[in-house]
């Protein structure tokens, strides 16, 4: 049952009160009624009947006054909460197109501003950094944190998007935490390297039942806002078994936060006065996120702070049933992955990410194939005398071509069929599952380059 709005709460207790009112004037006149009765047995003479009756008839005049003026603010009343009923729905359906335009809106934003970031973050990593010395290279390092700050705050808006909207359903199942952990830290390696900050983590064997993707946006909103807070020194994550459940907590030697706003920095926008200091501004939203999941989530979150000499930020997740034994690297320093060659198909009609993402695949190592289109791929392999590997394309090409049509075009021109991922900038969890039921991995644009340097490991080793 949804709240009533003020206004609401008043009309209906101004009209309850007359109803009460006229429940008692309808008393009121029965026990009048009962006494001239009364009065007359008492009395029984033929005056005594007329006083009795002239008495009455006042006594009926005064009450049906009352009653027909009681009736009149009564219907005065009904008319006002139907005024007030109609203006309420009214303004809500304004609220509901209002919500539905934003959805939209930062939908489409969401594709508009991802392409040239996307392009951006690509041609920066293509940049051999043994050619650079001196300022050139910390500029680099800048111009990469930068990136990585304004991408991590597209995504907090569109997760705030997703929340509002209420389009976010829990998918619970088991799986081991360092499918998470050693996934999406090392993503985070080169952001922290390039902020002077050394980021370890310490991986788990224990398994967990939640939901894989938005325990990620947790994890990925504490981990950034540890390094926007470090000035200096190292962020360390990892877990720790309890009684109720698995601790995951991200550490930092950061700037701390006083105890008086120990809560507050979880409700939306708001900042702590002193966190001019941090090395990024933001907008208030990471931990706002941190919340809202961990409640939708049903997880406990836990927070610790010294002043001057860090933070600690956690979440304690239930405890999921394994299926097999997890694989756990112990204790790594994010960042350090290796990749073997491999000949690569991009398919991208956007010629910024297609060059790019070139460009950044031939930086480590590998060969790839860059087209506009399917067709053009498999013209560019077999003029190579090359075999895909791995392809990798966007969702929406031109010509209203998807993705997924695109790679199976690819793959029937071969004797067989390579894995392939797509890049998307779509938020839809809908397309989401529907893709990974075809098996693609899903990259999300701006692409983050750590999990795409290791997804092309993993490719490598089967």
Request: contains cysteine; charged residues 25%.
């Amino acid at each position: 049952m949804k709240a009533r709005t003020p206004r609401a709460l008043a009309a209906a207790t101004s009209m309850a009160r007359l109803r009460a009112e006229n429940r008692a004037l309808k008393k009121s006149v029965r026990a009048l009624m009962v006494r001239v009765e009364k009065t007359v047995d008492d009395q029984g003479s033929a005056f005594s009947w007329f006083q009795a009756a002239a008495s009455l008839e006042e006594a009926i005049r005064q009450r049906t006054e009352q009653y027909e003026q009681l009736n009149l603010r009564l219907k005065r009343e009904l008319e006002s909460r139907r005024e007030i009923e109609l203006a309420l729905k009214q303004a809500k359906a304004v609220a509901d197109r209002a919500n539905e335009t934003k959805t939209r809106f930062l939908a489409a934003a969401s594709h508009d501003l991802r392409q040239p970031l996307s392009s951006a973050l690509l041609f920066l990593e293509s940049i051999s950094e043994p050619a650079l010395k001196g300022l050139d290279l910390d500029y680099l390092n800048k111009a990469r944190v930068a990136l990585a700050s304004l991408s991590n705050l597209l995504d907090t808006l569109l997760d705030v998007a997703r929340l509002d909207s209420g389009g976010i359903e829990p998918q619970y199942a088991d799986f081991p935490v360092s499918a998470v952990l050693d996934r999406i830290v090392p993503e985070f390696g080169s952001v922290a390297r390039a902020a002077g900050l050394q980021l370890d983590f310490v991986s788990s064997s224990a398994w967990v039942r939640t939901d894989m993707h938005l325990l990620e946006t947790v994890l990925r909103n504490l981990i950034s806002n540890a390094i926007r807070y470090t000035l200096r020194g190292r962020i360390l994550v990892g877990c720790r078994r309890r009684r109720e459940g698995l601790l995951i907590a991200v550490h930092d030697t950061g700037i701390g936060i006083e105890r008086e706003h120990m809560e507050a920095i979880f409700t939306a926008y708001y900042q702590v006065p002193a966190g001019g200091r941090a090395r990024t501004s933001g907008i208030g939203l990471g931990l706002s996120i941190v919340e809202r999941i961990s409640t939708l989530l049903s997880l406990r979150r836990e927070v610790g702070s010294i002043p001057g000499r860090g933070s600690m930020f956690a979440v304690v997740v239930p405890y999921g049933r394994p299926r097999g034994r997890a694989r756990s690297r112990g204790t790594a320093a994010a960042g350090t992955i290796s990749t073997p060659s491999l000949a690569v198909a991009v398919i991208d009609d956007d010629p910024g990410v297609r060059l790019g993402l070139a460009a950044t695949l031939v930086k480590w190592g590998h060969r790839p194939i860059a087209a506009a289109t399917a067709t053009e791929a498999v013209v560019q392999f077999i003029g190579a005398d090359l075999t895909p590997d791995f392809i990798i394309s966007d969702y929406h090409l031109d010509g209203s071509i998807k993705g997924d049509a695109a790679i199976e075009e690819v793959r029937r021109e071969f004797d067989r069929a390579p894995p392939a991922a797509i890049m998307t900038s779509d938020p839809d969890p809908r397309l989401h599952a529907a893709l990974r039921d075809k098996g693609f991995a899903l990259l999300a644009k701006p692409l983050n380059l750590a999990e795409l340097r290791g997804l092309l490991e993993r490719i490598g080793r089967q």
